[in-house]
């Protein structure tokens, strides 16, 4: 626990000062904590120690989980959605960050749609270029926005991205920059059912540079959990 404290505050106070630096407050940066692969008892003493978002990227994992999480954080989903899963995500979390195709939206649609439901979603765009990363291309985003807002029972809250992986900034940051000009021009759009506020960018290794480009959402795995082959 006393390790975990020291991650979690660890992890604020760069937040906070990245946040200052970009003219903002630590209190407008959401911190989504990732447990992927870490037991349910440390997303427990996390979430005591004020953690209120928790990120997952596996459903099988988090179907386990979940049902065992005290407290009553808010779930996001964070990894890729198999449209024949989506009938648990919709169940599971309350957010889905990784929505990048029109087939996938009309199935969260019809699940919600049976549920009564509205699912908040984040779109995901792959900023990188690798074929490797999911994500829709840069040059469909708004296009997908537009498609997605007109369904009934999703709500678009903003954008999620996950950047090239470098020690070299100057080659992370055109990751960050694309995504904001993505969300700014959503933003100028005249939306029916959308509400963008969220730009989720940034991880345990970026995420201070991607406040400086504009997060206010940063997704942390291992610089509050540990080593995801070691966990402590």
């Avoid at 996950?162 to 993505?182: H, N």
């Avoid at 997704?219 to 509050?224: D, F, L, N, T």
Wanted: charged residues 25%; glycine residues 6%.
């Amino acid at each position: 626990m006393n390790e975990l404290q020291q991650r979690i505050t660890s992890v604020r106070q760069r937040i906070a000062r990245a946040a200052a630096q970009a003219g903002k407050t630590e209190a407008e940066i959401t911190l989504v904590g990732v447990s992927k692969t870490f037991p349910v008892e440390m997303v427990n003493a996390a979430v005591e120690l004020g953690l209120t978002h928790i990120g997952e990227n596996r459903i099988q994992e988090a179907r386990t989980k979940f049902p065992q999480v005290t407290g009553r954080p808010l779930f996001h989903m964070i990894g890729h959605l198999q449209r024949n899963k989506v009938k648990y995500a919709v169940k599971l979390f309350d957010l889905i960050q990784s929505l990048d195709s029109i087939s996938l939206a009309e199935e969260i649609e019809a699940r919600c749609s049976k549920l009564g439901k509205t699912m908040p979603v984040l779109l995901e765009v792959n900023t990188s270029g690798e074929e490797a990363k999911e994500g829709c291309a840069p040059s469909e985003a708004i296009t997908l926005l537009k498609a997605i807002d007109r369904l009934p029972h999703l709500c678009v809250e903003g954008f999620m991205t996950v950047a090239l992986y470098s020690e070299d900034p100057e080659l992370v940051r055109p990751c960050f920059r694309q995504l904001r000009g993505i969300y700014e021009e959503g933003r100028s759009l005249n939306l029916e059912r959308a509400n963008l506020k969220y730009l989720s960018m940034g991880m345990s290794n970026d995420f201070e540079l991607a406040i400086a480009e504009g997060a206010n959402m940063v997704r942390v795995g291992s610089a509050i959990f540990g080593d995801r082959r070691n966990p402590a």
